[in-house]
């Protein structure tokens, strides 16, 4: 078993910046991608950023260029720095693991881990 742990959400203003981070531990050495999904109120949970374990990034186009995942595989750790932040990107972030050695997986069925979630708001 993987237990992933989110931390770093918050409230900022629209064009400000959060950076999330997410610790895994247990079983981690199967883990192929980290990913940071995102469910906003009545909306279903949706792909922003993954990252294989080699350390290429894969973004949704709803984030790219604002947002950069960076992983640290020694510490198991993986980052999520946001930047230009937009009402729009108000939603609970959900850090994900996959077991599977696939790079650009964007489905939450595929992901095999969850964290319990952080809140980010952004005002306008």
């Known amino acids: 078993q993987v237990q992933l742990v989110e931390s770093g959400g918050g409230l900022v203003q629209a064009g400000g910046s959060l950076r999330l981070s997410c610790a895994a531990s247990?079983?981690?050495?199967?883990?192929?991608?980290m990913a940071w999904f995102r469910q906003a109120p009545g909306k279903e949970r949706e792909f922003a950023a993954s990252?294989?374990?080699?350390?290429?990034?894969y973004y949704a186009d709803s984030v790219k260029g604002r947002f950069t995942i960076s992983r640290d595989n020694a510490q198991n750790t993986v980052h999520l720095q946001m930047n230009s932040l937009k009402p729009e990107d108000t939603a609970v972030y959900y850090c994900?693991?996959?077991?599977?050695?696939?790079?650009?997986?964007?489905?939450?069925?595929?992901?095999?881990?969850w964290g319990q979630g952080t809140q980010v708001t952004v005002s306008s």
């Open positions: 990252i294989f374990v080699n350390g290429v990034p």
């Open positions: 247990g079983r981690t050495f199967n883990i192929y991608t």
């Open positions: 994900a693991a996959d077991r599977i050695p696939l790079y650009g997986r964007r489905v939450p069925d595929e992901y095999d881990y």
